[in-house]
């Protein structure tokens, strides 16, 4: 009975010391990497610039740009259609759409009657961001065509195109202008532009038999009424924790996101932007003032942001 408690009194002690031995070790290793950590985040704020208003979404959050572009491009095809039917109410049109192409001269090519309208397949569809163009003869060898009152149109008139899943698109008459058919701003009528515009083009003028063409050209300019979006409701950071300087969050898993901004809150709730990080980057920011509050908020490709992150439960 002695011996067995002299045994256990001899084993006792290396078995408490190995349990403390592993328990110092992960401490230590634990210290180790929240030191690391510490360390990592420090190194990312000093190279971090102040925030920067004038900044794109790429430069801020340190993304390629092609990305961001690629977004605007996916959003943009979603909003395009392949046009079928133009109407315009005031005029009481009611007219197919056809594609047609670039002619050899470098010219738009035009439908061959007076009934049809074409739209220039090269270039942009109706309701994407960028200049479409639908053009009709104003006249033919029979009498008027589908054009021929084009130039009685108002600022304020109603242009619908259909699309082939039968949906109708709205444009608004801005303005028209009348070119000489040797002279048109080629660039303002056929080339980019972040508006979503539809222009209509036709002959008008005197007829030049010399020329074999009338002498102007009309363009109706037209832009897209588009309804009020609602603002997307993006995931919100959460897990969001003050220790000490270190603020830190959990991130969004979400590809639409790309970063998230911080922002620092004074007594009267008014917010104030003091930093951004990259969706690729540690989820943590070293704070100035660990008595003052902060919040994060999650950005998506356009700038639309989150709502505030709250501060996790302790």
Same mark, same amino acid.
């Given at each position: 009975?002695? &011996?067995?408690?002299?045994i ?8 408490l010391i190995?349990?403390?031995l592993?328990?110092?070790a992960?401490v ?12 990592e ?6 190279a971090?610039?102040p925030?920067?208003?004038d900044?794109t979404i *790429? ?22 259609t392949?046009?079928t039917g ?8 009611d007219?197919p759409? $056809?594609?047609?192409?670039q002619?050899?001269?470098g010219q ?15 270039g942009t569809?109706p309701g994407g ?10 006249d033919?060898r ?21 699309? %082939?899943?039968?949906? %109708? ?13 040797? /002279?048109?701003?080629?660039e %303002? ?6 508006? &979503?515009q539809?222009?209509?083009?036709t ?14 050209r009309?363009?109706v300019?037209?832009?897209?009424v ?7 409701v ?7 924790? $003050?220790?000490?300087d270190?603020?830190s969050?959990?991130?969004?898993r979400?590809?639409? $996101? ?6 620092e809150?004074?007594? /009267?709730?008014?917010e ?6 990259s969706?690729?980057?540690? &989820? ?5 003032d660990q008595?003052?509050?902060y919040?994060? &908020?999650?950005?998506?490709h356009f ?5 505030? *992150? ?5």
């Amino acid at each position: 009975m002695w &011996k067995r408690q002299v045994i256990f009194f001899i084993i006792s002690p290396f078995v408490l010391i190995g349990c403390s031995l592993t328990e110092d070790a992960d401490v230590g290793s634990v210290v180790e990497e929240e030191r690391e950590e510490q360390e990592e985040v420090r190194a990312q704020a000093e190279a971090m610039e102040p925030p920067d208003e004038d900044q794109t979404i *790429a430069e801020e959050f340190g993304i390629d740009e092609a990305r961001i572009d690629q977004a605007y491009e996916d959003t943009n095809q979603a909003q395009e259609t392949y046009p079928t039917g133009l109407t315009i109410p005031a005029l009481d049109i009611d007219a197919p759409v $056809i594609e047609v192409g670039q002619l050899e001269n470098g010219q738009m090519g035009v439908p061959d009657n007076g009934e049809d309208v074409g739209w220039y397949e090269p270039g942009t569809q109706p309701g994407g961001a960028g200049n479409a163009v639908l053009a009709g003869h104003v006249d033919d060898r029979t009498g008027p065509a589908v054009f021929f009152d084009l130039g009685d149109l108002e600022p304020g008139d109603q242009v619908f195109v259909t699309g %082939e899943d039968g949906e %109708e698109l709205e444009f608004i008459v801005d303005e028209m202008e009348r070119y000489p058919f040797d /002279d048109s701003p080629v660039e %303002e009528i056929f080339g980019p532009s972040d508006e &979503k515009q539809l222009n209509l083009i036709t002959c008008t003028g005197v007829f030049n038999q010399e020329n074999g063409t009338h002498e102007e050209r009309l363009v109706v300019y037209t832009s897209l009424v588009e309804e009020e979006e609602e603002e997307p409701v993006l995931p919100v950071p959460t897990e969001l924790t $003050i220790q000490g300087d270190l603020l830190s969050w959990h991130s969004v898993r979400d590809e639409e $996101i790309v970063g998230y901004r911080i922002y620092e809150i004074d007594a /009267d709730g008014e917010e104030t932007h003091v930093g951004s990080v990259s969706q690729l980057e540690r &989820k943590s920011f070293l704070v100035n003032d660990q008595d003052t509050d902060y919040t994060v &908020k999650a950005v998506d490709h356009f700038g639309n942001e989150s709502d505030p *992150a709250e501060e996790a439960d302790a």
